[in-house]
């Protein structure tokens, strides 16, 4: 059974950074995309931030381009998410996903999903 679990949210300042980690276990995803969706209070969840299994290939939300970046480690089986720059309307849980394929992650369509860590950004 495939496991994503969620680190790294909290309360930060606007202005200040954070960084997210995702754990995958049960099965190794280096031949996955991952990527990373937030969900504010009463809103859809929505794209932020993803990465190809090749990690040259990252694409971004126009919220977060330029503040944002999404790393990967494969030998850790393990996906970040680098936030600088934050702003209070950020505040929302953040999830990671997994999917086979990019265009499939990008939409919302993953196959694996972990619970989420909320993050606050304070003004």
């Known amino acids: 059974q495939v496991q994503l679990v969620e680190s790294g949210g909290g309360l930060v300042q606007a202005g200040g950074s954070l960084r997210l980690s995702c754990v995958a276990s049960?099965?190794?995803?280096?031949?996955?995309?991952m990527g990373w969706f937030r969900q504010f209070p009463d809103k859809e969840r929505e794209f932020v931030a993803s990465v190809a299994w090749v990690p040259t290939y990252t694409h971004y939300s126009p919220a977060v381009q330029g503040r944002f970046t999404v790393p990967r480690d494969n030998h850790k089986n393990a996906l970040y998410l680098q936030m600088n720059a934050l702003k209070p309307e950020a505040t929302a849980v953040y999830s990671c996903?997994?999917?086979?394929?990019?265009?499939?992650?990008?939409?919302?369509?993953?196959?694996?999903w972990g619970l989420g860590t909320q993050v606050t950004v304070s003004s």
């Open positions: 049960g099965r190794s995803l280096n031949e996955h995309a």
């Open positions: 996903a997994a999917s086979l394929y990019s265009d499939y992650l990008r939409r919302g369509d993953g196959t694996y």
